[in-house]
């Protein structure tokens, strides 16, 4: 008795304060330009708000990337068209880059449905450990350990991140290239990364530069480039998830680069999904501190001040729109702020609502109960109970989102 009166107390105030942060006075307007006009409809989104916000974010969060010409050499390493009993074909294809007299390499990995009649959608996504890291699946490829980082992660660690098997029966072909391929995930990473390659001879100041999540976006679109060859496939059908820093990674990645049809966070926490304004978890400073190899320099004049942001991150979110997003969060991932996350993706339904479209159909301000999905607007929202991670549950409720667009 004593303790359920005491839990009642409690939750009064602090359901105050959850709808505080919600409602705060200094959060940007989506729909109000910097010149003070207010958005009306979608063309003005399109042809003025938009630009203003994916410039900003450019150069004050993510990194303002390169126009150099970049070759890309394709070259299939393995396939074999009896991969998962039988049901899909694995390719693993080396993705050679050259620019200013420089060569740089990711290797991909595919799973494509061999009962499919014409192309199917795809889902893609980058990993953490590696290719061989994603399944138990003997013949893809372990690469030779970097010098630099000599331990290679065991085959099949992460297998339980990437359930082929399940959307490979459901008709999707899935590919991913792990994330290192393109910037490796430490703070002296640079000189390996692809970066060197893409600024040289560039005049982009140093400040506004991309860092590691800059290069897996752009990792991201060198991925769908390469699958743009594949009959196979139909790019015109890309999911693109990501989970933790690389859902920071698939945001960025669907806001600069409209071939990506669907765009799924998963747990992306500080600068991906979750408000930085009123953040119960990473704060921008701590973020900019234990990862400053991340973002822009230019990010870390925000230490500190996430109230003074011109931007927050439902801007971010905003520009997917219009096409289909995907926030999740799990129950017990306090770092990455559920309930801020899920403001994100409650406020981005401004721009959505321009075009006519389903905003999150959850509209209260406190997170529902763990187990709860809502995936019937076209931004979708789901708190897995549990913790910090990506499984088969979060996988289905993607998946069943797809299918409302990709037509199965
Ligand atoms: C750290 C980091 C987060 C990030 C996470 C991950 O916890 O602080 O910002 O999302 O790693 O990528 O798993």
């Given at each position: 008795?004593k303790?359920?009166s ?5 939750a009064l105030?602090?359901?105050a304060?959850?709808c ?18 207010t958005?009306?409809n979608a ?25 150099t ?12 068209a ?9 390719r ?6 050259r620019?200013?007299g420089?060569?740089h ?8 449905p061999?009962s ?7 889902i ?6 590696g ?17 630099s ?8 660690d992460n ?5 082929y098997?399940?959307a490979v ?6 590919a991913?290239?792990?994330?290192d391929?393109?910037f490796?995930?430490r703070r002296d990473g ?12 560039s005049t982009?100041?140093?400040?506004v530069?991309m ?5 897996w ?13 594949m009959p ?5 059908r890309?999911?693109v ?6 859902g ?7 806001a600069t680069d ?19 304004r009123g953040?119960?978890?990473e704060?921008?400073e701590?973020?900019n ?25 439902h ?19 306090a770092w ?14 401004e721009v959505y ?7 999150l159909?959850?509209r209260?301000?406190r ?19 549990g913790?910090h ?6 996988w289905?409720r993607?998946?069943?989102?797809a ?5 199965k």
């Amino acid at each position: 008795m004593k303790n359920i009166s005491l839990k009642y107390l409690l939750a009064l105030p602090l359901a105050a304060l959850l709808c505080a942060a919600a409602a705060d006075d200094t959060m940007p307007a989506l729909l109000r330009t910097e010149g003070g006009r207010t958005v009306r409809n979608a063309r003005m989104w399109e042809r003025q708000r938009r630009p203003e916000i994916l410039r900003m974010l450019s150069t004050e969060v993510y990194g303002v990337a390169p126009d150099t010409p970049v070759e890309a050499a394709y070259e299939t390493l393995e396939e074999d068209a009896s991969a998962l009993g039988g049901k899909a074909t694995r390719r693993q294809v080396r993705i050679t880059f050259r620019a200013a007299g420089r060569e740089h390499r990711a290797d991909m990995l595919l799973y494509i449905p061999n009962s499919a009649e014409g192309p199917v959608p795809v889902i893609f996504g980058l990993n953490f450990k590696g290719n061989h890291g994603t399944t138990t699946d003997p013949a893809v490829i372990m690469p030779a350990a970097p010098k630099s980082s000599p331990r290679l992660a065991p085959r099949g660690d992460n297998a339980r991140r990437w359930p082929y098997a399940e959307a490979v029966a459901r008709g999707y072909a899935v590919a991913t290239i792990c994330k290192d391929d393109f910037f490796p995930d430490r703070r002296d990473g640079y000189a390996e990364s692809v970066l060197p390659m893409l600024y040289e001879g560039s005049t982009i100041p140093d400040s506004v530069r991309m860092k590691a999540v800059g290069a897996w976006a752009w990792g991201i679109s060198r991925a769908i480039d390469c699958m743009e060859t594949m009959p196979e496939i139909d790019t015109r059908r890309i999911m693109v998830i990501g989970h933790s820093r690389l859902g920071k990674t698939s945001l960025w990645a669907a806001a600069t680069d409209p071939r990506i049809a669907i765009a799924v966070s998963n747990d992306s926490g500080s600068t991906g999904a979750s408000l930085a304004r009123g953040n119960r978890g990473e704060s921008v400073e701590k973020i900019n501190t234990t990862f400053p190899y991340w973002f822009t320099d230019r990010y870390k004049l925000y230490n500190g001040r996430e109230t003074q942001m011109p931007f927050d991150q439902h801007m971010l979110l905003a520009l997917v729109a219009p096409r289909p997003l995907y926030v999740a969060s799990a129950s017990d991932d306090a770092w990455a702020d559920p309930l801020n996350e899920m403001h994100a993706a409650q406020l981005c339904g401004e721009v959505y609502r321009l075009y006519g479209l389903q905003p999150l159909t959850w509209r209260q301000q406190r997170l529902p109960a763990p187990g709860a999905t809502f995936n019937g607007g076209d931004v979708a929202y789901h708190l897995r109970q549990g913790g910090h991670d990506i499984l088969l549950y979060d996988w289905e409720r993607f998946m069943d989102f797809a299918d409302r667009y990709f037509g199965k």
